[in-house]
């Protein structure tokens, strides 16, 4: 069993910047591809960006050039920097960790972020 804790959003003007953590529970970091999702009111939740236990990260193309996923293995922390965010990026962030890619995974409770113009 993994548990996840997000933190570190809140309410920023645009063109601002965030810096969301993931902690996790456990010895099993290290094998956890791990992904930052997010829902906006409305919409479906849609991947944000992944990183896989070998370090290889993809992002959606929203958010190429803006946000950076890393993790830090002996830490137990996933991280996304989100960088000239946008009122578009407005949305409950969650953090996702899966041993396969194709599994469910286990989800985190998810923060807010909220973008003013």
């Known amino acids: 069993q993994v548990q996840l804790v997000e933190s570190g959003g809140g309410l920023v003007q645009a063109g601002g910047s965030l810096r969301l953590s993931c902690a996790a529970s456990g010895s099993v970091f290290r094998i956890l591809n791990l992904g930052w999702h997010r829902q906006a009111p409305g919409k479906q939740r849609e991947l944000v960006a992944a990183i896989t236990t070998s370090g290889s990260t993809n992002y959606a193309d929203s958010v190429k050039g803006r946000f950076t996923i890393s993790r830090d293995n002996a830490e137990n922390t996933v991280y996304l920097q989100m960088n000239s965010l946008a009122p578009e990026d407005t949305a409950v962030y969650y953090c996702?960790?899966?041993?396969?890619?194709?599994?469910?995974?286990?989800w985190g409770q998810g923060t807010q972020v909220t973008v003013s113009s």
């Open positions: 996702n960790a899966k041993f396969r890619a194709y599994e469910y995974g286990y």
